[in-house]
C-alpha cells in the first residue's frame, strides 16, 4: 500500500486483509496469509511474475538488478520498447516497487554490484504460489549442493522454470537423462563449474526454452548439437564457460536477443548469427581468444543495441561496420592501435551512445557492466606530435578517463583538443598512472580555466614530474600583479583527490585554491609521498612573487582524511595558519612518523565555562600507538577527548591495498 492515500483504496484492502485472516489456526499458515495478501495487492501480473522469478535463486542469494534485467528481457516479463535504455528503466521501476513494499529487499556484492535479496520467508511462499493445482511449475534445487541431476521422474511435462544453479553437480550427465519438459521456459544450470559434458539428448524435448544459462561451466568444453534447434530461445548465457571451444551453429535460432560470451573460451564467433536479426545483445567482452569479427558481420545484425567488444585485444574490428550501427546504445570496444582508436572517434558515432568504453593499449579494465561512458588508454608516447595534428583525439562526451602508462605533455592540457576550455564539460571521474612527462594538470589564466567543470573524482599515481596540480599563467604584462585563479569555483565539483607515489609534488594546495576552488572535497587520500605539507603557507606565481592567504583554512565538506606512508609530512599546513574540517568522520594515519598535529579543533567552551567536543561528527581516528602518543595537543585535555576515537588499523595490509578508484567507480556506476 505504499504510495496509496485514497481512502476507498484503505477501505478495500482492510476488508481483503481482514478476509485473509479469518479462518487462520496457526502462526505459519497466519504469516503465509499476510505475505499472499501483498502478493495479491500488487495486482499487476507482470509485477507478480518477476517477483516470482526471484525465488528461481538460492536462499539468501544476492542476485545483481542487470542480470535480472536481462533474464526477464529475454523471457519477455518485461515488454520490448524502442530503446534498451528504456527497458532498462522498466525493470529497475518493477524492482523498486517490488522494494517499496518489502518483497524484495536491497544488497550489495562482494564486487560491490547493486543487488536485490528475497527473504527466505517470502521465497517460501513464492515456490508455494508456483504450485497449480498440486503441481508444481517450479523445480527449484539451488545451492543445495547436489552431486547429481535430479532424476528423470522429477522433470515433469507441467514444468515451466527449472533452477539447478550454485550446485556441484559432477561431470558429465547421464546420456539416458532426456527431460520432457514441453513447456519449459526458463533453465538455470550456471555456478555447476564441475560438469564436463551435456549430452545432445537433454535440450531435444525443451522446444518452448527461452532463457538457458549455463555460465560458470567453467569445464565443458562443447556444447551439444541439440542447442541448434531451440527455435524459442531468446536468451543464451555463457559467460565465463572459461574452457567452451566449440558451439553448434546458432543460424537457426531466429528469435535469439541475448547472447552472452562474456570470458569464454571460445576462439571464434559462432557460426550463424548473420541472420538473427532479432539480436539485440552481443557481448564478447574478455573472449580474449577471438582474434576476429568476420566482415560483413556487423552490418547485417543492425539492430544490435549493445555489442561488448573490450578486453578483447586481439580483435581486429572495421570502424566503418562499427560505425553502421545506428541502433546502438552501449559499445564496449578495444581498439588494436592508436590510429584506429582516433578513426573511431573521428566517426562522432559515439555521440549517439548513452554507455561506451572504448579501449586502446594492452589495458584489462575488468568485466563491470557498461554504465557511462568511459575511455582508457595505456601504454603509449603522447607526449610529441607531429605538425598540427594531435596524437590522440578524445571523445567530449567522456564521463570517465583512465591513462596509465603513459608518456604525457607537460600539461594534460595539451594532450587532446578535448582537454581544453570547456570541451570536456562531461568528465566526471580522472585517473592517471604511471605516466612519465606530465608537470601538471591544467593551467588557469586570470579569465580562463581548462579544468573540466564536472570533475569529481581525481585519482593520481606514480606521476615522478608531477609538481602540482595545476599552474597560473600570466595574462598581460609582466609588471602586473600576480595571476589569481578564477574565482568561479573550477574545482567546485570535485569530491575525492587522491595522490600516490607523487614524489616530486611538494604540496596539493595553496591557500587561495582552498578558498576557492575546493570546498566541496569530501576524500582526501595521501599515500606514499614525499611531501612535507598538504597545503603550502604562501602563494606562488610563476616569477615566485608571493601572497599571502587567510590564516584560517577551511575544508567545510571533508570526511575523510587518509595519510598513509608519507614519511617526511610534518603537517596538514604549513606555517601559522589553521585548518578547520567542521564535517571530518574518519582519520586514518599510517607510517607518518614526523605528523605531530592533526587538522581538529580541540574544544569549544560555553558561557558557563562547559567545555564540548569541536568535532561531533568525527567517529575515527585510526593510526599506531606510538604515533598517537606522540601527537601534540592544542590543550591538555585535548586527548582525553579524542582518546575513545582512537583505535588501531585490524589489518594493515588491507588498508594500504585499498583501491579506491575502483571503488569509487563502483559506487558511480550503481547511480548511473
Not at 53 to 79: H, M, N, Q, S, T
Amino acid at each position: 500500500m505504499t504510495g496509496v492515500d485514497d481512502i476507498h483504496d484503505w477501505r478495500s484492502a482492510l476488508y481483503e486483509l481482514r478476509e485473509y485472516a479469518n479462518g487462520l489456526i496457526d502462526m505459519e499458515g497466519q504469516v503465509f496469509n499476510l505475505l499472499k495478501f501483498s502478493y495479491d495487492r500488487l495486482k499487476d501480473e507482470i509485477l507478480q511474475q518477476c517477483l516470482l522469478y526471484c525465488a528461481l535463486f538460492p536462499e539468501d542469494f544476492k542476485i545483481p538488478r542487470v542480470d535480472l534485467i536481462v533474464d526477464w528481457l529475454a523471457e519477455g516479463l518485461i515488454d520490448e520498447r524502442r530503446t534498451r535504455k528504456a527497458e532498462y528503466d522498466r525493470g529497475h521501476a518493477i524492482l523498486n516497487k517490488l522494494e517499496n513494499v518489502c518483497l524484495l529487499e536491497k544488497a550489495e556484492d562482494d564486487e560491490g554490484q547493486i543487488c536485490v535479496k528475497m527473504h527466505d520467508v517470502i521465497r517460501d511462499m513464492a515456490l508455494n504460489i508456483t504450485r497449480k493445482n498440486g503441481s508444481a511449475v517450479f523445480l527449484v534445487k539451488a545451492g543445495l549442493q547436489l552431486l547429481e541431476i535430479p532424476n528423470e521422474r522429477e522433470w515433469s511435462k507441467n514444468l515451466e522454470r527449472v533452477s539447478l544453479m550454485n550446485n556441484l553437480i559432477d561431470g558429465q550427465l547421464s546420456t539416458f537423462m532426456l527431460p520432457k519438459c514441453p513447456k519449459l521456459r526458463t533453465l538455470l544450470l550456471q555456478y555447476n563449474e564441475h560438469i564436463t559434458k551435456i549430452p545432445n539428448s537433454f535440450f531435444v524435448h525443451m522446444q518452448s526454452l527461452q532463457v538457458l544459462d549455463l555460465s560458470y561451466l567453467e569445464n565443458l568444453k562443447r556444447l551439444p548439437k541439440s542447442i541448434s534447434n531451440l527455435k524459442s530461445i531468446r536468451g543464451l548465457l555463457l559467460n565465463h564457460c572459461t574452457d567452451l571451444q566449440y558451439i553448434p551453429s546458432l543460424a537457426g535460432l531466429k528469435k535469439l536477443r541475448e547472447l552472452d560470451l562474456q570470458g569464454s573460451g571460445v576462439r571464434a564467433v559462432p557460426e550463424g548469427l548473420e541472420g538473427l536479426v532479432n539480436l539485440r545483445r552481443l557481448d564478447l567482452c574478455d573472449a580474449s581468444r577471438i582474434q576476429t569479427i568476420p566482415t560483413g558481420l556487423l552490418p547485417n545484425i543492425s539492430h544490435l543495441q549493445c555489442l561488448r567488444l573490450d578486453n578483447c585485444m586481439q580483435v581486429n574490428v572495421q570502424t566503418e561496420e562499427l560505425s553502421s550501427l545506428g541502433q546502438l546504445e552501449m559499445l564496449g570496444v578495444q581498439f588494436s592501435s592508436l590510429s584506429k582508436f582516433n578513426s573511431y572517434v573521428h566517426t562522432h558515432h559515439w555521440q549517439r551512445l548513452s554507455h561506451y568504453r572504448l579501449q586502446t593499449g594492452d589495458q584489462y579494465v575488468g568485466d563491470s557492466l557498461l554504465y557511462c561512458r568511459q575511455v582508457f588508454i595505456k601504454g603509449y608516447n603522447l607526449s610529441e606530435r607531429e605538425e598540427q595534428d594531435p596524437i590522440i583525439v578524445l571523445p567530449t562526451n567522456m564521463q570517465v578517463l583512465e591513462i596509465i602508462n603513459c608518456h604525457l605533455p607537460t600539461s594534460l592540457s595539451n594532450l587532446s583538443p578535448s582537454l581544453k576550455g570547456n570541451a570536456i564539460r562531461d568528465l566526471e571521474r580522472c585517473k592517471i598512472d604511471e605516466c612519465m612527462g606530465i608537470e601538471h594538470l591544467w593551467s588557469f589564466t586570470t579569465t580562463t580555466s581548462s579544468v573540466p567543470q564536472n570533475l569529481q573524482t581525481l585519482v593520481l599515481e606514480s606521476l615522478p614530474d608531477l609538481t602540482r596540480l595545476f599552474k597560473y599563467k600570466r595574462v598581460g604584462t609582466r609588471d602586473g600583479p600576480p595571476p589569481l585563479p578564477p574565482r568561479s569555483g573550477t574545482f567546485s565539483s570535485l569530491k575525492l583527490l587522491s595522490v600516490t607515489r607523487c614524489h616530486n609534488l611538494k604540496y596539493l594546495f595553496t591557500p587561495c585554491s582552498v578558498q576557492h576552488h575546493f570546498k566541496n572535497l569530501q576524500l582526501i587520500r595521501i599515500f606514499h609521498c614525499s611531501m612535507k605539507y598538504a597545503v603550502a603557507d604562501k602563494e606562488e606565481d610563476d616569477r615566485g612573487t608571493e601572497n599571502e592567504g587567510n590564516s584560517i583554512i577551511a575544508f567545510p565538506k571533508l570526511k575523510y582524511l587518509e595519510l598513509l606512508c608519507v614519511p617526511k609530512l610534518k603537517s596538514m599546513c604549513r606555517g601559522t595558519k589553521t585548518i578547520i574540517c567542521p564535517s571530518l568522520q574518519e582519520i586514518r594515519v599510517l607510517s607518518c612518523p614526523m605528523l605531530r598535529k592533526l587538522p581538529l579543533s580541540t574544544i569549544h567552551m560555553n558561557a558557563d565555562g562547559q567545555t564540548s567536543e569541536a568535532h561531533p561528527t568525527l567517529c575515527k581516528i585510526i593510526g599506531e600507538p606510538d604515533w598517537w602518543n606522540l601527537l601534540e595537543w592544542d590543550t591538555p585535555q585535548a586527548k582525553s577527548i579524542f582518546q575513545p576515537l582512537f583505535s588501531i588499523p585490524q589489518d594493515v595490509y588491507t588498508m594500504m591495498k585499498d583501491d579506491i578508484w575502483l571503488k569509487d567507480l563502483r559506487r558511480y556506476e550503481e547511480v548511473k
